[in-house]
């Protein structure tokens, strides 16, 4: 497979800038609090950051509204900070994955600003219009009378996400620009500016938002979008051979074979194998059967294993956290599941510790339900624990007040902890190529109403029980690693072995 060698032995860890470490006393995150706690990167067992963006924005997407692609937020820092994070991270071996948003941008960029006047100027096509002050985008939210020019523009996610013109793949309206048009053209190619800008600092890549969704009109196959991406990230990586890139797509048969990324996540969407194992009322880590996952999985992995990486998370800034769905004990076997499957795994910051998802929480720069899962890092017991100097009214986001609210230092301290469990297993994956996203694998055992998992990975069997009872196995000899109890084949309730 033709992908970046370090990806082999990646373990990606997803940073929410905000909320993993204040570094100046302000109560916000920001990137030199990242760069103190590399290390603490490093000795978990992550070798790459995926940083959500980072970049000018109202925040009203949480960053997901960019207002200037090239310049950090500066309540984040500077790019020089970025740039010393880049060659920090570099020089303990961790790579950096950026957050691309390429489908729409704020309604405050000056593309966007531009674009809205009444006169025809270079960014008048760079967003989707229509040609009258009523007439919207048929099937697609759209905002009228907000600018002097006469027509309406579509909208990517929320009313301030105004949608980047890539063109339509089947043209039917006179304000639709074909997708092989200079207009669109000029997008993909600002776009592929920005992307390099970063790369030449020394980012090693980036997390694609929404990379399935940029032509619009009829390119229900995706043919259209996933050709634009393998032209795109063919041109990028003749410069930068080494700089991988993950979609948000969660369709590996689009996003890896036809699109040509590195990595795609494999989503939480209903019903699909990763919910049927993580979060559905039946999932397999709750102790069900594990066949809704493995089918889904298999047919995910069998398309798309010689083309890249499917990449499993333990949740992220949009989803619940995991630890809503699953108790400690789930969570440890969860992890050793989702860290020795191929593929490159992600986990989200916190989910190490089990960091609750507050649910209660009243939204916060457009996070909603998502605010819950994105409250500042545990560090430390004692003040905002460990997170801030500042005061507690000044944080980003309140920290988990409950008395036994897990923090980093203690499971540090305790050798059966969530954290330590994690970094054992992270510790073996790479001890063990065969472990890692491109040694074989081959389902042994997963049966109808028996929530016994046996599988293969090059020469090593691993077997999981996620459910409260003990379960008979066919295995034999001393693991070489174990989680809960083991003993001549009964592999105990919650638990897990390698032999
Ligand atoms: C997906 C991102 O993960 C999410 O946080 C964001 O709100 C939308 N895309 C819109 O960019």
Redesign the pocket.
């Known amino acids: 497979m033709n992908r970046p060698d370090w990806l082999k032995d990646a373990v990606f860890y997803e940073i929410y800038p905000s909320s993993f470490y204040d570094g100046n006393g302000d109560g916000i995150g920001d990137l030199n609090g990242i760069r103190q706690k590399l290390p603490y990167v490093k000795e978990l067992g992550c070798n790459a950051l995926w940083l959500?963006p980072c970049f000018d924005s109202p925040f009203k997407?949480?960053g997901?509204?960019v207002r200037d692609y090239k310049k950090v937020a500066p309540r984040y820092g500077t790019n020089e900070d970025l740039y010393a994070l880049f060659r920090e991270a570099h020089e303990l071996g961790i790579r950096v994955l950026l957050?691309l948003?390429p489908?729409?941008t704020s309604e405050e960029h000056p593309w966007f600003l531009e674009s809205g006047k009444a006169e025809r100027n270079a960014y008048s096509d760079r967003y989707v219009w229509t040609d009258f002050w009523i007439k919207g985008t048929p099937g697609h939210p759209y905002i009228g009378g907000e600018t002097p020019r006469n027509g309406t523009y579509m909208l990517?996610?929320?009313k301030c996400?105004p949608a980047l013109n890539y063109g339509w793949a089947k043209v039917t309206e006179p304000w639709q620009t074909p997708a092989d048009a200079p207009a669109a053209r000029a997008t993909r190619d600002a776009m592929a500016d920005v992307m390099r800008f970063w790369l030449e600092k020394g980012c090693d890549g980036f997390r694609v938002?929404?990379a399935n969704s940029l032509i619009k009109g009829d390119d229900d196959d995706k043919s259209y979008t996933c050709a634009l991406w393998k032209g795109l990230l063919g041109e990028l990586r003749a410069e930068f051979p080494e700089s991988a890139y993950v979609a948000?797509w969660g369709w590996p048969r689009q996003a890896l074979c036809s699109a040509d990324f590195d990595m795609d996540f494999y989503l939480d969407h209903p019903g699909n194998g990763y919910n049927r194992l993580v979060r559905s009322a039946d999932a397999y880590l709750k102790g069900n059967d594990p066949l809704p996952f493995v089918r889904d999985y298999l047919d995910r992995y069998g398309i798309s294993r010689d083309k890249g990486y499917i990449s499993f998370i333990t949740g992220?800034?949009?989803t619940p956290r995991i630890s809503w769905y699953l108790t400690e004990e789930q969570l440890k076997v969860g992890y050793a599941l989702l860290f020795t499957l191929p593929g490159v795994p992600f986990l989200y910051y916190g989910d190490e510790i089990g960091m609750r998802y507050l649910s209660t929480l009243p939204t916060k720069e457009?996070g909603y339900t998502?605010t819950g899962s994105r409250t500042p890092m545990q560090w430390a017991p004692g003040k905002n624990l460990g997170f801030s100097s500042g005061e507690p009214d000044s944080l980003y986001l309140p920290v988990d007040r409950a008395p036994d609210a897990p923090t980093a230092e203690e499971q540090a301290r305790d050798p059966n902890s969530l954290l330590n469990t994690v970094k054992a297993i992270l510790r073996l994956r790479h001890r063990f190529p065969d472990l890692q996203a491109d040694g074989s694998f081959e389902i042994l055992h997963a049966r109808k109403d028996d929530p016994l998992l046996v599988y293969k990975r090059g020469t090593l069997t691993l077997a999981l029980n996620p459910s409260d009872k003990a379960v008979k196995t066919e295995l034999t000899g001393t693991p070489l690693f174990q989680i809960g109890t083991y003993d001549k084949g009964i592999l105990g309730p919650f638990s897990f072995i390698v032999s």
Do not use: A, K, L, S
């Open positions: 959500n997407d949480g997901y509204d957050d948003v489908g729409h990517n996610f929320f996400q938002d929404m948000e992220n800034h949009d457009g998502r």
